[in-house]
């Protein structure tokens, strides 16, 4: 059986978000900045991959 989020698009998102705001609450610049390279790239990759 497959869950919502079995998916490795909505995976590497989720990833992304969690850095993102871990930056964001730690007030840390590098996860904050790993988290949105990842955005970008998981953003990315759907769009090329998933017309």
Same mark, same amino acid.
Request: glycine content about 12%; hydrophobic content about 60%; proline content about 6%.
């Given at each position: 059986?497959?869950?919502?989020?079995?998916?490795?698009?909505?995976?590497?998102? #989720?990833? !992304?978000?969690? &850095?993102?705001? @871990? $930056?964001?609450?730690?007030?840390?610049?590098? /996860?904050?900045? #790993?988290? !949105?390279?990842? &955005?970008?790239? @998981? $953003?990315?990759?759907?769009?090329?991959?998933? /017309?």
């Amino acid at each position: 059986m497959r869950g919502p989020f079995s998916d490795s698009g909505v995976r590497r998102i #989720i990833a !992304a978000v969690v &850095l993102v705001i @871990a $930056g964001f609450v730690l007030e840390k610049v590098w /996860p904050f900045g #790993i988290g !949105a390279w990842f &955005l970008i790239t @998981a $953003g990315l990759l759907e769009m090329i991959y998933r /017309p």
